[in-house]
Nanobody
Framework: QVQLVESGGGLVQAGGSLRLSCAAS????????MGWFRQAPGKEREFVAA????????NYGDFVKGRFAISRDAAKNTVFLQMNSLKPEDTSVYYC???????????????WGQGTQVTVSA
């Protein structure tokens, strides 16, 4: 069982930055792929970014356009999402996910966190 806890969400003005963190349980090894997704009220869950096990590959949703960066600290079992140039349309609940398989662009991930709210004001 993998437990994921997100943090770092909050309220920020448009153009600002936030860094989200996802702490995985101690049993999670670096071989797990990690991902970030988001879901706004009334909308489907949307792929944001993913990083493969051991960090060899990264993928981003089309809307990111170079504004976000995913990274991982294997020693701390933590994955980060650095978000810059935030826009009001980035307002959403952001979820962390983990899986032994690398499944970017899909919602087919086995483990999910509870989410952290990101609100971007105009």
């Amino acid at each position: 069982q993998v437990q994921l806890v997100e943090s770092g969400g909050g309220l920020v003005q448009a153009g600002g930055s936030l860094r989200l963190s996802c702490a995985a349980s101690a049993r999670t090894s670096s071989r797990y792929a990690m991902g970030w997704f988001r879901q706004a009220p009334g909308k489907e869950r949307e792929f944001v970014a993913a990083i493969s096990g051991y960090g060899g590959s990264t993928n981003y949703g089309d809307f990111v356009k170079g504004r976000f960066a995913i990274s991982r600290d294997a020693a701390k079992n933590t994955v980060f999402l650095q978000m810059n140039s935030l826009k009001p349309e980035d307002t959403s609940v952001y979820y962390c996910a983990a899986d032994v398989n690398y499944n970017p662009y899909t919602n087919n991930w086995h483990y999910w966190g509870q989410g952290t709210q990101v609100t971007v004001s105009a």
